[in-house]
């Protein structure tokens, strides 16, 4: 199993442009999450989908979008870059199997925007 | 806004020695988590607590959480210079269905 697998690995782009975020998970999870991550300020959630056919915003959601392909994919769009978006970005999942909380995570986006 | 804070931000340590970290939220939840993450890698998963539980082993970790207090506590015993990492506690409120991540506490363990 490669487990959570996101794509690109590291991405720049100029201010304005815009980009998709891939991510997949081969664990037939049912919640998908994107988080960003900066320095000094741990992970925040943009978007999450807890269920196939559902997604719902988190703390940090302005400037993205979400679409839950399948059950699989879940991928994260910046219409509109700006420099305030550099981060690392983080694609997590987990089953919603009773008693197992855990998210596992994807190796990261390292996205810088100038 | 970020749930979890972890304490102390920086914790630098010999091998062979203890390492304990600290993590205060603010509201009720489900369940408390750890997670290690290791320099330019993602977030694994370490160990879980849940809100009817005090303490928890899982090999050289020790978690505790004190509901009263709204806190938590990781230690790892022994530390290897492979433990090495960034650690974040993570709380679930009560019908979990997203985490609150704290900024983590970033450990070095020296040889």
């Known amino acids: 199993n490669a487990g959570v697998t996101q794509t690109p690995k590291f991405q720049v782009l100029k201010t304005g442009q815009s980009m998709t975020l891939q991510c997949a998970q081969d664990?037939?999870?049912?919640?998908m999450y994107w988080y960003r991550q900066d320095p000094g300020m741990g992970l925040r959630l943009i978007y999450y989908s807890a269920s196939e056919g559902t997604t719902d915003k988190g703390e940090v959601p302005n400037g993205y979008n979400v679409s839950r392909l399948n059950k699989r994919e879940f991928s994260l769009r910046l219409e509109s870059a700006a420099p305030s978006q550099t981060s690392v970005y983080f694609c997590a999942s987990r089953t919603l199997d009773r008693g197992l909380y855990e998210q596992y995570f994807g190796p990261g986006t390292r996205l810088t925007v100038t | 806004s970020q749930q979890g804070e972890e304490d102390p931000q920086a914790l630098s340590i010999q091998e062979g020695e203890n390492a304990t970290m600290n993590c205060s939220y603010k509201t009720s939840i489900n369940n408390l988590q750890w997670y290690r993450q290791n320099s330019g890698r993602g977030l694994v998963h370490l160990i879980l607590i849940r809100s009817n539980e005090r303490e928890k082993h899982s090999g050289r970790l020790r978690v505790t959480l004190d509901t009263s207090k709204k806190s938590s506590s990781l230690l790892i015993t022994a530390s290897r210079a492979a433990d090495t990492a960034s650690y974040f506690c993570?709380?679930?409120?009560?019908?979990?269905?997203?985490?609150?991540f704290g900024k983590g506490t970033m450990l070095l363990v020296s040889p």
């Open positions: 993570a709380t679930a409120p009560s019908g979990y269905s997203t985490l609150t």
């Open positions: 664990m037939n999870h049912n919640s």
